[in-house]
Every structure is written in structure tokens, then in C-alpha cells.
């Protein structure tokens, strides 16, 4: 299931499913940390063309929730 959205509304938008897409898969033990490293892998998706913009964007403010959670 996505993430939440606006309102409190589930999306469809899935950051796990996004990583997994580009076999990205973070895990340090420190979920602040994991955040950083998820934000940087994003970014340089984008950079390379392989994201749009409106799924990054959906993808750092997943992040930002996720790390609001932590």
C-alpha cells in the first residue's frame, strides 16, 4: 500500500516499490541514516533520467514522512 498523502489519504505511490524497481536496498540500522541514503539514491535517479519529476517529488515527501515516523 502507498504512503499516505494529502489529507491523510492513501496514494498509490509505494517508496519501497520505487527502490525495489531499481534494486535499491538500504538498511543500516539507523533509520535517520537510512533516510539520508534513500534522499541521495532518489536524487541521483532523477539526475540520470531514470525518475520523473512528479515521482520524485512523491518519492522525497515519502521520505520526509518516513523520517518524521522514525
Not at 492513501?10 to 533516510?35: A, H, K, M, N, V
Not at 512528479?54 to 523520517?67: G, K
Amino acid at each position: 500500500m502507498g504512503e499516505p498523502g494529502v489529507n491523510g489519504k492513501q496514494s498509490d505511490f509505494s517508496l519501497d516499490e520505487l527502490l525495489r524497481r531499481f534494486s535499491i536496498f538500504i538498511y543500516t540500522g539507523d533509520p535517520e541514516g537510512d533516510c539520508l541514503l534513500i534522499e541521495e539514491e532518489i536524487r541521483e535517479l532523477k539526475q540520470f533520467g531514470l525518475i520523473d519529476n512528479e515521482e520524485y517529488m512523491q518519492a522525497m515527501i515519502a521520505v520526509r514522512q518516513r523520517l518524521k515516523k522514525e
